[in-house]
């Protein structure tokens, strides 16, 4: 029986409170709008920026949400004017759009839609600032557009990007964002050159998805840098050729790296969210060539402090939301990658869990267990 045009019952992990954690509810998901089309989710997985603002501490709490961004699935149904998608597509939700029509996606330096850009404080579509999701009535808020922590879900159609439907999607729904946000950072932004040397801050899956990006582009050194030294024996098999844990050594971990580089390394990518790691990863890149990459999101109040020398001597401080790909024009290339086997995403799993447990995936990660866990939506 066709769903198209009704509601769907399903059921969703719903954030009720901040740091509480998910309940599961059977919510109603609205059928798709003007320009939206609704995705049954097959898997998800848990990136730290869900558990930020799931949290809530240094960012605007809004409440109750339905979380989750990094996610693979099947076009269910589309709203009007939706004319590049149809139901049964293989599909990635993306957290933030190309529209195709804005001079940030007529530029080939630019992701940063005008229409769709990554927006973490809006709750509701864009075409009406509505909710698709409720419960008895009551407005659930959508996160980032995508809200994968539900069976069922509406993202706008300029936020979704068709895949090739022989991708494995309990593999490939990694690169709806951590994989591609650490990759795109080192090859699209980046950019070492084939021999030089790159520091990445934090050894999760966007850290170690960025070492993988320097591993590809040819680097001669890839330096690890974790306040975590857990992490440190899973990061070699990504590349990963030296360790530094800043709370090992009494010197700033800047002097540590300019000390082990003879002046600082070519490249370094932030992929931490801390604020300090942040001005660390750029004081430590070579002056007169290094280039620094930001890719954690900050606290609300954070404010980046260094001395404007650092930027005469010559080094370059960038940042990024998901490695500067376009979500519709970049993304189905990347799967290509895995399937093609350039690109592993295997080893970036580190653990499954059923939907019903998905509160374990967040216990992992606070931990720091995982690399990535992958929730299986029909279990
Ligand atoms: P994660 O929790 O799996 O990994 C973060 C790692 O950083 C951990 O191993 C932790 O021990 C380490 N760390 C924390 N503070 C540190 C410090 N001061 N010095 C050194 N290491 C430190 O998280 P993740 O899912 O890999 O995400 C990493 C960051 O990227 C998060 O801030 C996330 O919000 C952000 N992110 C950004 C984008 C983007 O488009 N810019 C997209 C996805 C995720
Ligand atoms: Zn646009």
């Known amino acids: 029986m066709s769903t198209t045009g009704q509601i769907i019952r399903c059921k969703a992990a719903v954030a009720w409170e901040a740091g509480k954690p998910l309940v599961m509810e059977e919510v109603e998901v609205a059928p798709p709008k003007k320009h939206e089309v609704r995705i049954k989710i ?13 949290e809530a501490k240094g960012q605007t709490p809004l409440f109750p949400r339905i979380f989750g961004h990094e996610a693979g699935g099947i076009v269910e149904s589309v709203g009007g004017g939706v004319t590049d998608l149809q139901p049964g597509d293989h599909v990635l939700p993306i957290f ?19 229409l769709l850009r990554i927006n973490t404080e809006r709750g509701g579509m864009i075409h009406d600032g509505e909710s698709r999701f409720s419960i008895n009535g009551k407005p659930i808020h959508h996160f980032l557009g995508t809200s994968t922590f539900s069976e069922y879900t509406v993202v706008h159609s300029s936020q979704v990007a068709k895949i090739n439907p022989d991708a494995p999607l309990d593999k490939v729904c990694i690169v709806s964002c951590g994989l591609s946000t650490g990759l795109g950072a080192t090859l699209n932004v980046a950019k070492p050159k084939k021999g030089q040397s790159v520091a990445i801050f934090g050894l999760g899956a966007v850290g170690l998805a960025a070492a993988e990006g320097a591993r590809i582009a040819g680097a001669s050194r890839i330096i690890g840098v974790d306040l975590n030294s857990q992490r440190f024996d899973q990061a070699k098999e990504f590349g990963v050729t030296e360790f530094v844990n800043p709370r090992d050594h009494d010197k700033p971990v800047q002097q540590v790296i300019a000390e082990m580089t003879n002046g600082g390394v070519d490249r370094s990518v932030e992929c931490t969210g801390s604020v300090q790691a942040m001005i660390q990863a750029f004081e430590c890149v070579h002056d007169g060539w290094g280039v620094a990459v930001l890719v954690g999101v900050p606290s609300k109040d954070d404010a980046f402090k260094t001395h404007p020398m650092n930027f005469l001597n010559e080094r370059t401080l960038k940042g990024t939301f998901f490695g500067n790909y376009k979500p519709k ?28 447990e998905i509160n374990k995936a967040f216990d992992y990660m606070l931990k720091g267990e995982s690399i990535r866990c992958i929730i299986t939506m029909g279990a």
């Open 329 to 356: 024009t970049d993304i189905p290339g990347v799967v290509e990658k895995y399937m093609n086997k350039e690109l592993e995403l295997e080893k970036f799993i580190t653990h499954t869990v059923p939907f019903s």
């Open 42 to 54: 097959l898997f998800t997985s848990l990136c730290h920026t869900d558990v930020y603002f799931w």
């Open 96 to 114: 933030t759009g190309e529209c195709g029509d804005c001079p940030h996606c007529h530029s080939e330096e630019s992701n940063m839609c005008d």
